[in-house]
């Protein structure tokens, strides 16, 4: 695998084809929104918030804290918002997932197409082409989701049969423990290669429109054949991505950490406007930096992709084509045997 073609050619797809970018944009507009509503909230109500923390001493909840937070509702009055909440925060995650695994399959079939044409590619061709797959993307997701509850159960009746075994005294609780932290100590390889595997089931359903559990082959077959080069090529991805989503979250919390250095937004007019204004900022720097990078992930697992399973071809030597030695005619004639 050539990595840095790998790494190169999504920022020169990404850059001829602004469409990809704006794809990733549609992906990070619920979360920015809701951030800014976050980040809002708390600096217009930073002093009742501090006051509401200072009164829930060791996590304690009293019937103050629950007044500041929720009025003088009953119990059963509270049923009701709390409700409301979850369920409008389950609705948010839902459309923001279904509308990411959408947009994510657009980029890669628009990868597909800027890769194989090297040329424009249009904003309904890419619809068109993201469409296709879709559907078996999300019966893939409910599959994976089946597996991971089912897992979690397992791994709780498993831990929780090794918790009374112990506790009871059994014969072999020594090697019970030594077993639990191999395993323990195998999370994080497994967990990492997962995390190469995913992208690349994932990847192949979506580019070559396979089915959801022969995807799952071929994608293994695309790691184990560069192992080596997907490795160096998840840290990378991981490492940078995570840095400048950090560095992202850091620049972001600078309007609050305004109220802790200065004073309490309530009180200065002047310093709220301020923290309104760099909220905003940084709030739409975040949104195109979160949304270039989710685009340029995706656009770099599928070039790894295309790069494993369809590598360019050499470039091709013309043939000289060979002709017959024609005789001077200035030259005498040839003498006979």
Not at 275 to 302: D, E, H, K, P, V
Request: net charge neutral.
């Amino acid at each position: 695998m050539n990595i840095g073609e790998v790494l190169g050619k999504p920022f020169k797809y990404i850059w001829k084809n602004s469409i990809l970018w704006a794809l990733g944009m549609v992906t990070q507009i619920v979360p920015t929104i809701i951030n800014f509503l976050i980040y809002y909230f708390v600096i217009v109500n930073y002093r009742i918030i501090q006051s509401v923390l200072q009164d829930a001493q060791l996590y304690t909840v009293r019937p103050d804290l629950l007044n500041r937070l929720f009025g003088n509702l009953t119990p059963e009055q509270m049923i009701a918002p709390v409700l409301t909440i979850i369920t409008i925060l389950v609705l948010v995650n839902l459309v923001s997932f279904i509308i990411s695994e959408f947009v994510g399959c657009c980029i890669v079939r628009g990868i597909r197409l800027a890769d194989t044409t090297q040329e424009r590619i249009h904003f309904k061709e890419v619809l068109q082409e993201g469409w296709k797959p879709f559907g078996k993307l999300i019966l893939q997701d409910i599959f994976w989701g089946v597996v991971t509850v089912i897992l979690w159960i397992g791994l709780g009746f498993a831990f929780g049969g090794i918790g009374a075994g112990i506790s009871s005294g059994t014969n072999g609780e020594v090697g019970i423990i030594v077993l639990l932290c191999c395993l323990c100590s195998l999370a994080v390889p497994i967990g990492f290669f997962l995390s190469l595997l995913f992208p690349q089931i994932r990847v192949s359903l979506v580019h070559d429109d396979l089915g959801v559990f022969s995807s799952i082959g071929k994608g293994w077959s695309t790691v184990i054949k560069a192992f080596g080069w997907m490795l160096l090529l998840g840290l990378i991805l991981g490492f940078g991505s995570y840095f400048i989503r950090w560095l992202s979250g850091v620049l972001s919390s600078i309007p609050i950490n305004l109220s802790t250095t200065v004073g309490f937004t309530n009180e200065n007019p002047t310093l709220q406007t301020t923290q309104m204004i760099m909220l905003a900022i940084f709030s739409i720097a975040g949104f195109f930096i979160n949304s270039f990078i989710f685009t340029y992930i995706t656009s770099t697992w599928t070039m790894a992709y295309r790069n494993v399973n369809y590598p360019p071809a050499p470039p091709s030597i013309p043939e000289i084509p060979s002709q017959p030695i024609s005789r001077d005619s200035n030259l005498p004639p040839a003498i006979p045997s």
